[in-house]
């Protein structure tokens, strides 16, 4: 998981993200501990309140959940939420960039498609 | 009020030092009866007087460089450690009187071991203390005690105002800017002992010196062989001091 | 509430006017990034925050105390600066066991272990250190000394890179298992901008900005691209400033972003230390 200050992202978003993005590679698998704000913190330079909104907003989603006295836990059913979840995102997050860029290079919707089944052969 | 921190650390910073003045200052006192009896066993009439009168006038400018010395570092040190100039302050003053009170009873206690080191070796060296030196005629059917008594009053009162003095003294320049430094450090000695000196000779006939020596008279009690004025002298003397040094404390600034 | 107010502190130093009229609140739990060019009142206002001079008129309270002559309010706070007012002939590690007579919350243990790791002879006199271990002495009293407000003015001067960055770890560490309030007054903002939750800008002597960084970032984006497509989208802008490199343009801007977003040019955030550059120029 990296942080990148430049991004047009805010930090919060980012650790939100990343966190997501490990429970989906099973990086963090249900039912296990994630790292504490304090370690969000001292890895990434970042304000103990900036890593603390961003696991505030996976508390909010059910992703992950607080045990107390022990830390922050990821909740059972989380990769599923967060699949479908991507699943609706995914046509905003990629085809649309995706379609401007071929627009910009003169692709065509014909090319598209041969690529996207080139992707699938390999 | 943090006057415990306040205090104790000052008085720390005197620790050191006081031991090792004491340490030199009965060096040197041994070796001058050391050389003493080496004189008196090697001559043949084996009979030699010598007296080192006022020993308390070495703590006398001890305790002044001290209280010269004392300011900065402890201002610094202080502030940095979140005491306030007031509790700074007053931790001072408990700090000036406990070494006011301590220091006379070492001086006691090294007149008496060098008298009886004196007889033991055999020397002829009056040893004797400032009250004993400078008020000879008030000691005449003195007890052994009084003047004891006496001399420790006076080395008290004493060391407080000139420790006090050499304090207010480093405040005065912390205070002043370059120019003033300069004004006050140049100007004071010229005027007291060109200006003034040049003046009443050339219009006054000497009366201002005269009655300036006659001040100081009435102040310590030279002529009158009384003590005491000298006590209430220094008693006011640390008063005003202390006063003063308030004033330039309260609202002077960490520099740099 | 428990903060430092500042109520309109002025102070002068001749003619020349250090701090104007500056008013400011520093909340509790919180870290402060006080930025600020060369002489423009950083270190003026923490020195008359903590009493060590005096403003020419203006006041400062403590959890609602005024710090004049105040023991108990100026006991809550604890300035690390550039001047050492350490004894230098004092061994570092009398350093340490005064600042436990002075602030007895002072965890004796935390500094030693502190300095294992900045690898510092505590045996050493305060005057044979170097530039960075003066400034790490100082720093490691100022985050073993556990007071509710603790101040570091250039914490990291003369800190060499591997210094710098464990002392960042330490104090988030610190910060997070321990909330205060801190306030870092520095020049290095790009490695500050991620630690500080509030940003306090002074400008020749006078506050321009003093807020959250996010509401602060958020008031505005920058503009990339071609210097003609660039130009052309800020013709009618606030624009804060621009750098230009041969003919790629970026430009600063202060307002709310377009949804719409023309060919040609890119819109990202703003980024702390040019926003700051650019306001201060």
């Known amino acids: 998981m990296q942080i990148n200050f430049n991004s047009d992202k805010t930090i919060f978003i980012q650790i939100a993200e990343g966190i997501e993005d490990a429970i989906l590679s099973g990086a963090f698998s249900e039912e296990s501990q994630i790292p504490s704000i304090t370690e969000f913190s001292v890895t990434y330079k970042i304000n103990p309140a900036t890593a603390l909104k961003g696991i505030n907003i996976l508390v909010d989603n059910d992703i992950v959940y607080k045990k107390r006295g022990l830390g922050m836990f990821v909740a059972t059913g989380a990769k599923e939420k967060l699949k479908e979840k991507r699943k609706d995102q995914f046509y905003d997050s990629y085809i649309v960039g995706l379609l401007a860029e071929a627009k910009r290079l003169n692709l065509s919707e014909e090319d598209i498609k041969t690529m996207i089944e080139r992707g699938y052969e390999q | 009020m943090n006057i415990k921190a306040s205090y104790h650390y000052q008085f720390e910073d005197h620790k050191k030092s006081i031991l090792i003045f004491y340490f030199v200052l009965t060096c040197v006192y041994l070796l001058m009866l050391v050389s003493m009896s080496a004189v008196v066993y090697s001559t043949d009439n084996g009979v030699s007087t010598g007296s080192i009168g006022g020993m308390d006038i070495s703590t006398l400018i001890y305790v002044f460089i001290a209280g010269l010395c004392a300011f900065r570092e402890s201002f610094g040190m202080l502030l940095q450690n979140g005491i306030s100039r007031k509790t700074l302050f007053a931790g001072r003053i408990l700090t000036v009187l406990t070494i006011g009170l301590i220091l006379p009873v070492l001086d006691r206690i090294l007149i008496v071991v060098m008298r009886l080191l004196n007889q033991l070796s055999g020397t002829n060296i009056r040893f004797a203390s400032l009250f004993e030196q400078v008020y000879s005629l008030k000691i005449i059917g003195m007890s052994q005690f009084s003047i004891i008594i006496y001399s420790y009053l006076l080395d008290l009162f004493l060391y407080i105002s000139m420790m006090t003095l050499g304090y207010m003294i480093t405040l005065i320049f912390y205070r002043l800017n370059n120019a003033g430094r300069i004004v006050v450090g140049a100007g004071v000695p010229i005027t007291f002992f060109i200006l003034l000196p040049t003046f009443d000779s050339m219009f006054m006939n000497g009366r201002i010196s005269s009655s300036l020596l006659k001040c100081i008279d009435t102040s310590f009690g030279f002529s009158a062989q009384q003590p005491l004025n000298a006590m209430i002298t220094s008693v006011c003397m640390f008063l005003v001091c202390s006063c003063l040094s308030w004033l330039l404390i309260r609202r002077a600034n960490i520099k740099g | 509430m428990n903060c430092i107010e500042v109520k309109n502190i002025t102070k002068n130093y001749g003619r020349t006017c250090a701090l104007d009229n500056v008013s400011l609140c520093f909340e509790e739990n919180k870290i402060y990034g006080l930025l600020g060019r060369n002489g423009a009142g950083k270190s003026t206002l923490l020195n008359v925050i903590t009493n060590r001079i005096f403003a ?34 004092m061994k570092v590690k009398h350093a340490f066991s005064w600042s436990k007579n002075f602030y007895p919350g002072f965890d004796a243990a935390y500094a030693a272990s502190l300095a294992e790791k900045f690898e510092l002879d505590t045996n050493k006199m305060i005057k044979s250190l170097s530039t960075g271990y003066n400034s790490i002495f100082k720093l490691i009293i100022a985050l073993s000394v556990n007071t509710p407000y603790v101040l570091l003015d250039e914490p990291v001067l003369g800190l060499d890179a591997n210094h710098r960055e464990l002392f960042y770890r330490i104090l988030l560490e610190k910060y997070s298992e321990h909330p205060c309030t801190i306030i870092i007054s520095t020049h290095l903002i790009e490695e500050v901008s991620g630690l500080i939750e509030n940003v306090i800008i002074i400008k020749k002597s006078k506050i321009i900005k003093d807020e959250s960084c996010e509401e602060l970032l958020s008031q505005g984006y920058t503009v990339s691209g071609s210097a003609s497509n660039v130009d052309t989208y800020i013709s009618n802008q606030n624009v804060l400033g621009a750098d230009t490199i041969g003919g790629l343009k970026s430009a600063y801007i202060l307002g709310t972003r377009n949804t719409e977003i023309p060919e040609g040019i890119e819109i990202s955030k703003l980024d702390l230390q040019k926003l700051f550059i650019k306001l201060t120029n």
Request: hydrophobic share 30%; glycine share 12%; proline share 6%.
């Open chain 3, 56 to 89: 020419d008129s203006g006041e400062v309270f403590v959890d609602g105390q005024p710090i004049e002559g105040n023991d108990a309010a100026l006991g809550k706070l604890y300035l690390m600066s550039e001047k050492t007012n350490y004894p230098e002939k």
